[in-house]
C-alpha cells in the first residue's frame, strides 16, 4: 500500500498534518489504471456478508476496452468486458426476503446490464427487447414527460407511488423540475453557461457550472446563492455522513482539489496530486465514511473519515471578521451620562414633542425659501417648462481685471429658444463692465453656450461684491432666472 502525497485543510485554507487532519490516507495507487467518473462509481455489500465493495464501470485507457471491476479494499476482486463504454452504475434490491443483497445494474451503450451475484442476470435492450407489462405503464407514465432538450442530469426525491421530483439539466443549458402529476416541466431554470453536475443537497440543488462557480436553487427554481471556484469543476458528487446528519457537496477541480460545501459555506479541502475526474463516499469495507477518488492520471485514492472529525463552517473567505467577534472596551458610565438618562426617562415627551416642533418650523422655512426663489427666479435653473434654461457663472483671474463666463444651456429635448437677453446688476462704485446689458443667440437644445465678458475691479482696499446676473425675454419685466456670482478680492490692486 503506497502512501498519499494529498492533504487537506480546513475552512480557512491552511496546510494540515496527518496530526490534526480530517482524513486517513487509506490507499493510494498512481498505477490503479482507473479511467471513470462519478456515476460509475457505486458501493455496495453485493454479498450480503456487511463488506462493502466498490462497483467501477471503467472507461479504459483513452476510452478503449472499457470494463467492469469489482474493488475489495485495495484489490481488484473481479473483472470482466463491457461491450461499450459505461454511461452510469447503481445497485438496488429486486426480491424482498431475508436476506436481501443489492443487485447491480450497468447502462453501457444503448443497454442496461443488471448482475446479480456479480453474474450477468438480465440484458435490457432500449429499442429491441419488449418490456415487462408492469415496466411497460411505468415507462408509459414517463414517457408523457416530455422535456424540450436532451437530459444530461437528473435528480430524483420522493417515491414513485407517493410523489416525487425529478430535477433534470439539459444540454440547452435549463434545469427542468417535474412532479408525479405534471406531463411538461413545472419550473424551469435558466443557468447562464452548461451545467457540468447537478446534486441535490436536502431541498436545494446545487449546480455546477462551466463558468466555474456553484449555484444553489429552490425546488421552485429561486437563486439562494452562487460561490465561485478557484478553478474549473470536473465532478460532483454528494457527501452524507448519517451519523452526524450531515449532507454537503463535493466538487472536483482542475486545479487538484476537492471542496466541500454545505450550502456556500467552505468546509473542507483536499488537495490531490492530480486533478480529481470521480467521487464517491459512503461505506466501503466495514468504515461507514470512505471517500474514494480516481485523478485523470488513473490513480485511486481512499481515504477515510476521521470519527471525531467535525466540519466547522467558516472561514477567511466566507462570513463575518474575526474582529466582529471581538469585544469593544466601552468605558464606565459616568455620573453625567447617568443624569442625563434619568433626565431622558423622565421628559422624553416633552423632549419629543420639542423635537417635532423644530424640525415643523426648519421645514415651513425651506418651503417658504423656496417659493420665494421661484417667485424672483432667484434659481440658477428655470422653474418653468415654457423656458427650460440652465445658468452657471464662472470668474477667473487675479484682479484688477476678472474674466467673467456664463454658460447658459437649453435643457429642452428638441424646441430651440430665441429672443433671450442677459443683464448685470452691480455696485458701480466696485466694479466696471463694458457691457451690462446685451441679447443672447439662439439657444439649441443640449448645448452649452458660453457668454464671457470683463469685469474691472475699481476698489483699491480689495473690497469684494456680488454681480448679479439675470436672463430675461424681450418685453417681461420678471426674469426667467438668476445667479449670484460671488467676486473675488483683487489681488493686483492689494498688492500695489
Not at 488513473?298 to 476521521?306: C, H, N, Q
Not at 424672483?376 to 463666463?405: D, N, Y
Not at 437677453?421 to 466696485?430: D, H, Q, R, S, T
Request: glycine share 8%; aromatic share 8%.
Amino acid at each position: 500500500m503506497a502512501a498519499v502525497s494529498s492533504s487537506d485543510s480546513d475552512g480557512c485554507g491552511a496546510e494540515s498534518n496527518e496530526a490534526n487532519s480530517k482524513w486517513l490516507d487509506a490507499h493510494y495507487d498512481p498505477m490503479a489504471n482507473i479511467h471513470t467518473f462519478s456515476a460509475c462509481l457505486a458501493l455496495a455489500d453485493l454479498h450480503g456478508d456487511g463488506e462493502y465493495k466498490l462497483v467501477v464501470g471503467d472507461l479504459g485507457p483513452g476510452g478503449q476496452q472499457p470494463r467492469l471491476k469489482v474493488l475489495k479494499g485495495p484489490l481488484v476482486m473481479t473483472e470482466s468486458p463491457l461491450p461499450a463504454l459505461p454511461a452510469a452504475a447503481t445497485t438496488f434490491f429486486m426480491e424482498q426476503h431475508e436476506p436481501r443483497t443489492p443487485t447491480l445494474a450497468l447502462a453501457s451503450g444503448p443497454c442496461v446490464y443488471v448482475y446479480k451475484n456479480l453474474r450477468p442476470y438480465f440484458k435490457f435492450s432500449l429499442p429491441q427487447l419488449p418490456p415487462n407489462p408492469l415496466e411497460q405503464d411505468l415507462w408509459n407514465q414517463a414517457k408523457e414527460m416530455s422535456l424540450p432538450s436532451v437530459p444530461v442530469f437528473l435528480e430524483v426525491s420522493g417515491q414513485f407511488d407517493v410523489e416525487f421530483r425529478l430535477a433534470a439539466a439539459c444540454r440547452n443549458g435549463n434545469i427542468y423540475i417535474l412532479r408525479r402529476d405534471s406531463k411538461h416541466p413545472k419550473y424551469c431554470i435558466e443557468l447562464s453557461a452548461q451545467p457540468v453536475g447537478l446534486v441535490r443537497v436536502h431541498k436545494i440543488l446545487v449546480v455546477g457550472s462551466t463558468q466555474d462557480s456553484l449555484h444553489g436553487f429552490t425546488h421552485k427554481g429561486k437563486k439562494l446563492w452562487t460561490v465561485q471556484m478557484p478553478a474549473a469543476i470536473l465532478t460532483m458528487n454528494l457527501l452524507e455522513q448519517h451519523s452526524r446528519g450531515l449532507q454537503a457537496v463535493m466538487a472536483g477541480l482542475a486545479n487538484g482539489e476537492v471542496h466541500i460545501y454545505r450550502d456556500k459555506a467552505l468546509l473542507n479541502v483536499i488537495r490531490t496530486p492530480d486533478a480529481v475526474t470521480s467521487l464517491c463516499f459512503g461505506r466501503y469495507g466495514r468504515e461507514d465514511n470512505t471517500l474514494i477518488m480516481t485523478t485523470r492520471g488513473g490513480a485511486l485514492i481512499i481515504k477515510i473519515l476521521k470519527r471525531t472529525a467535525v466540519f466547522v463552517e467558516g472561514g477567511s473567505e466566507l462570513g463575518p471578521p474575526p474582529a466582529q467577534a471581538m469585544k469593544l472596551n466601552v468605558p464606565r458610565k459616568t455620573r453625567l451620562y447617568v443624569d442625563q438618562t434619568l433626565r431622558e426617562r423622565e421628559a422624553g415627551t416633552a423632549m419629543h414633542r420639542a423635537f417635532q416642533t423644530d424640525l415643523y418650523l426648519l421645514r415651513l422655512r425651506a418651503a417658504r425659501t423656496y417659493l420665494q426663489a421661484l417667485e424672483s427666479s432667484l434659481s440658477p435653473v428655470s422653474a418653468t417648462a415654457r423656458e427650460p434654461l440652465k445658468l452657471h457663472a464662472m470668474v477667473q483671474g487675479l484682479g484688477p481685471t476678472f474674466k467673467l463666463t456664463l454658460h447658459l444651456q437649453n435643457t429642452s429635448t428638441a424646441r430651440p429658444i430665441l429672443g433671450l437677453l442677459i443683464c448685470f446688476l452691480y455696485n458701480e462704485a466696485f466694479y466696471a463692465l463694458p457691457r451690462a446689458f446685451f441679447k443672447v443667440p439662439l439657444l439649441v437644445p443640449g448645448l452649452s453656450y458660453p457668454l464671457e465678458t470683463f469685469v474691472e475691479s475699481l476698489s483699491n482696499k480689495g473690497i469684494s461684491d456680488i454681480i448679479k446676473v439675470l436672463v430675461l425675454r424681450e418685453g417681461q419685466s420678471a426674469p426667467l432666472l438668476s445667479a449670484h456670482v460671488n467676486m473675488p478680492g483683487s489681488e493686483g490692486l492689494v498688492a500695489t
